[in-house]
């Protein structure tokens, strides 16, 4: 990796180690780290060089990054290469990284489990198996509403919510017992 500093090495080193372990591979996590950290959009010739790759592994890293959508193309004025950088904003790749784990994992577990839910179960085994897709189904749309909402909300908002923790399970205790009491009252 010529020409990075032991810090950018170090990161770039560890998200491809990393990358193994999200399902993609080494070279595109090394190259997705290389392009967030960078302080200007990079060319495919300038990623090959800095991190000794061939042309042809960076172009097809590239074009994975770019299926995720957790790059950008640029383009600039006089220059007829292509340029790639990454939102700086950690909110907004995870979001991104969110959106394309639900469209190519989540959606269609769910659509097969709807239409298995629509099934006729044959016997015993099959109604037990359709009870347990349907737990399945019902957990995975209760996640999704969840999900929509949270994508709704502002960065600053979203990170205030997960400060709270369980903080957020006594509000809820709280909220059940004046319920309680409510109700009792009646």
């Not at 770039?12 to 967030?36: C, D, K, P």
Request: glycine share 6%.
């Amino acid at each position: 990796m010529s020409g990075l500093s032991p810090l950018v090495r170090s990161f770039v080193g560890h998200f491809g180690e990393m990358g193994s372990r999200w399902g993609i591979n080494r070279t595109v996590g090394q190259i997705y780290a290389l392009i967030y950290v960078s302080p200007e959009p990079l060319n495919a010739d300038q990623i090959a060089e800095r991190l000794e790759f061939s042309r042809s592994n960076v172009s097809m890293g590239l074009k994975e990054l770019q299926a995720w959508r957790l790059v950008r193309l640029r383009h600039f004025g006089g220059d007829r290469r292509e340029y790639f950088d990454a939102p700086a904003d950690a909110w907004e790749v995870f979001r991104t990284l969110a959106q394309e784990r639900r469209r190519r994992e989540i959606e269609p577990t769910l659509s097969m489990l709807r239409n298995a839910l629509l099934e006729e179960p044959a016997d015993a085994a099959d109604r037990i198996a359709l009870e347990r897709m349907r737990g399945m189904h019902d957990l995975i749309e209760l996640m999704l509403g969840w999900f929509d909402e949270i994508q709704r909300l502002d960065a600053a908002t979203l990170a205030r919510l997960m400060k709270m923790g369980a903080q957020v399970q006594r509000l809820l205790d709280i909220g059940e017992k004046v319920k309680s009491v409510a109700v009792a009252k009646r």
